[in-house]
Each structure stands twice: as C-alpha cells, then as structure tokens.
C-alpha cells in the first residue's frame, strides 16, 4: 500500500526523500503511467503542494524572470511576466493537456519528468533557463535534460526554481492531431532578436519530440544571425541538422523528419512579428 505525506516545508519535505520517499507536484504523470501500468506508484508519496517556497512568478533582483517549480501551466498561461518576456513559455502552457491538468501540472514536475516531448522545454531552452535545486546548484537546462525521463538531478534533491535570464521575442509552435489533450508530435520554440535594420542580431531555435531530449538547432541559429525575414526557410531546412526522430505510435521518423522544416518556420516567423512590435 502506498503512504502518503504533505510537509508544510522544504526541509521536512527533503527529511521525507532522504528517507526513500518520492516527490509528487501536480500528480499528472504520475497518474497516467500508474493506470496504463508503465510504472506502480511508489511506497511513499511526498506531496509538495503545501510548500509555499516554491510557489509564485516573479522579476529577481537580477532582472531574470523567476519561476517557481510549482507554478502550474494555467499560471503561466495567464502570467503577464511570462507573456512580456518569454512568450513562448506561454504559448506552450496554454496547449498542455486539460484545463483541469493546467490547473494542477506544475513546471517542475514536467521538468523532473523530462519527456521529449514536454511542451515547456524548448521554450525555456531558447530563453537560456537554469534549473535551481534544493542543493544550491543551478543547472543550464540542456544540462539538466540527459535523457528520456533522465535529469541531472542528485537523489534527494528537488527542483526550487526556473530562472530565465534571456528575455525577448519568442514563440511555440506545435504540429498535433487534435487541439486538446494532446502532446506534440514536432514542436519548436525560436527567438528572435531584431536590428535597427531589421535584421537579426540573434536568433535561438529549439525542437520538442524529435530526440532524446529537446534540443537546439545550432545550425539554424548560426545561418539566421545578421539575415532577414527571407532566410527564415532555409534556417528552418537546417533544424533537421539537430532532429534525431523515431518512428512509435503516433509518427513515424520519416514524417517527424519531414515536419521540422514547417514547424521550425512557422515558430521563427511568429517570433519575428512579435519582435516588430
């Protein structure tokens, strides 16, 4: 039989894990593979929803935008430090799941997930987030991603926090078969920066389900910087550099393959006109 625990705060919650419990945010994942049988619940759940420190949106003293791990997809949604400084967080919060898995799936827990195809991480990858943890560290998420379902986290250790510290033009894009309770089958965020020329001073570009983890496209970053609107099909055509698809239920490697290039364009052009604004 599985027990259940709701530390009122960190320290108690860490006591807990140290002692072979397993932290539970929102509850989501875990859920569906207990009931589609991929993984048993645990012996012990650790509960974080009571632990206030790890709540609320917010501007550090640094200026980075500071999000909480258990800021919950609705609240980023609905964020307007998120949308002004990095909309494509928002964008991908509004597409996750249900209202009702919105309302309770939090940032850290799809993070400690760390599915390829989690709609927050090619967001967070173009605005250059660290993970915070209860260890003192901060970790770059390309860093902190090693794997499907891996993280760089240390047994015991929980996510704290998110810090974005490159705010600007973004956006997130996804290809899916239907506009609710989906996931992506290829996603991408992109950044763009303008010039007083209209070119691009800078430009990040990330991708969601097409490899291990999410990833950026250096190569069609490098090719975008210094261009115009004109070069965003051909940086596009070089995201597929990065993509390292697979073929299981839902597409196969070649489609996947195929829709980079289209989904790639559509997030880069995206950003650009909100970066005309």
Known sequence: MTSFAAPETLPDALSLLAAGGTAVAGGTDLVVAARSGRRALPDVLVSLHRLRELRGIGTG??????????????????????????AALADAAALVGSPATRHVGTVGGNLANASPAMELGAPLLVHDARVETSGGRAVSLESFLSGPGETALEPGELITAVTVRRPGASAYVRLEYRRAMEIAVVGAAALVALGSDGRVEDAR??????????????????SLRGARVEAFAAAAQLAVE????????????????AQVPVVVRRALEQAYERARQ
């Open 242 to 257: 990065a993509a390292e698809p697979i073929s299981d239920v839902r597409a196969s490697e070649r489609y996947r393959r």
């Open 205 to 222: 570009v990330a991708l969601t389900a097409v490899a291990p983890t999410c990833v950026r496209a250096a190569a069609a970053e490098e």
């Open 61 to 86: 003293a640094d200026g980075a935008l500071r999000i909480g791990a258990l800021a919950t997809h609705a609240e980023l949604e609905r964020s307007e430090n998120v949308r002004s400084g990095c």
